[in-house]
C-alpha cells in the first residue's frame, strides 16, 4: 500500500483492516459542517430554556407544560448526543471505540423513542381537555402525569434495548473496518421499531388529534354562534374552555411538525432507502428537536414572557419564581 492510500485511511498503522476516511460533496459538507452544527447549538440552548422556564415560574407548573419538559428534555439530548454522533460518522472516522458506538447509539434511539412517546402522551392530555373537560382535572393530575413520563421513559429504554439487542451484546456488529461506527438493527428489531415507534404510534396520534380537531371546531363555531348563546351558558361548564382550545391549536402545530419531520425518515428508510437521501431525513427528524421552542416562543406570550425574564437574568431576583407571565 504506498503513501497515497494509506493518507486515506483512518488508522495508516492498521492498512487493510482499518477503514478509509469519509469523503462527501460540497452539500453534505455544508449540511454536516455547518447546517447541522448549528442546529445542535441551537437546539440545546432553546431547549435549555424551556426547562428552566417550565422549571422556575411557579404558573407554567400544569401537566400539560410537564409533558412539555419532558420532551424538552428528550430534546436536549438529541442535541447533545445524537446530533453530534450523526454528525461525527458522517465527516470524519470514529476513533471512540465499538463500545461508545454502541451506548450513544443506544441513548441517541431512546432520546428519540421518547420525543415519539411525548408527542402520544401530549396529543392524549389535549384529547382529554377538548373531549371531556368537564372531568379534566381529575383524570389529569400532576402526580398522574409524573407516572405516565416516568413509564414513557421506561419503555423507550426497554423498547430501545430489544431493537438494538444484537448491537448491545455484540458492539462490534455491523462494522466492516475499524474506525466505522454503524446503527445495526437485525430485521426482528426493524419490525418491532416500525411497528411500535411508527405504525402504532403516528395510528394513536392521528386518531386522538383528528377527534381533537373535530370537537375543537364545533366547539369553536358554536361559541362564534350568535343563536346557541342561550345553549351555550347552560352548557359551558360541560365546554373546553378557550385558553384549552389555544392550546389545543398550539400543540397540534408541534405534532403536526414533528409528524412531518417523523414520517419521512421512517418513509425512506422502509420504501427507498438511500444512503444520501437518509442524510437529509436523518437532519430533519433531527430538526424537530430545534423547532419546537420556537413554537412556544411564537404560539405562547407566557413562555415568550419565561425566555425574555431567563435571558435578562431577571430570574436571580429574589421571588422571581412567583411573577406573572401569564
Known sequence: MDTEEQSDLCFPQLGNISCRKPTS??????????????????????????????????????????????????????????????????????????IACTLLSYLTFICQSSSVGNMVLISADRFVAICDPL??????????????????WCAAVIHCGI??????????????????????????????????????SLGIIVILYTRVFVVAVSQ????????????????????AKKSELKAAKTLGIVVLVFLMCFCPYYIVSLIAYHENVMNYVAYLYSLNSCVNPLIYAVFYPCFRRAFKNIVTLRVLQPGSCDANIL
Not at 372531568?135 to 402526580?143: D, G, Q, R
Not at 445495526?184 to 402504532?200: A, E, K, T, W
Not at 350568535?226 to 359551558?236: F, M, N, P, R, T
Open 25 to 98: 460533496d460540497w452539500y453534505q459538507s455544508f449540511l454536516f459542517i455547518v447546517l447541522l452544527p448549528t442546529t445542535c447549538i441551537f437546539t440545546v440552548l432553546l431547549n435549555l430554556l424551556v426547562v428552566i422556564s417550565i422549571s422556575h415560574f411557579r404558573q407554567l407548573h400544569t401537566p400539560t407544560n410537564l409533558l412539555l419538559l419532558s420532551l424538552a428534555v428528550s430534546d436536549i439530548l438529541v442535541g447533545l448526543v445524537g446530533m453530534p454522533v450523526l454528525i461525527t460518522m458522517s465527516i470524519s472516522c470514529w476513533f471512540l471505540g465499538d
Open 135 to 152: 372531568h379534566y382535572t381529575a383524570k389529569v393530575t400532576m402526580k398522574k402525569i409524573q407516572i405516565c413520563i416516568c413509564l414513557c
Open 220 to 239: 369553536a363555531r358554536a361559541m362564534r354562534s350568535h343563536d346557541k348563546c342561550v345553549e351555550l351558558q347552560h352548557s359551558a361548564p360541560f365546554r
Open 163 to 200: 431493537v438494538l439487542k444484537g448491537k448491545l451484546a455484540h458492539p462490534e456488529i455491523g462494522n466492516t473496518c475499524l474506525g466505522e461506527c454503524v446503527y445495526h438493527i437485525d430485521i426482528i428489531g426493524g419490525i418491532l421499531d416500525v411497528i411500535v415507534n411508527f405504525l402504532l
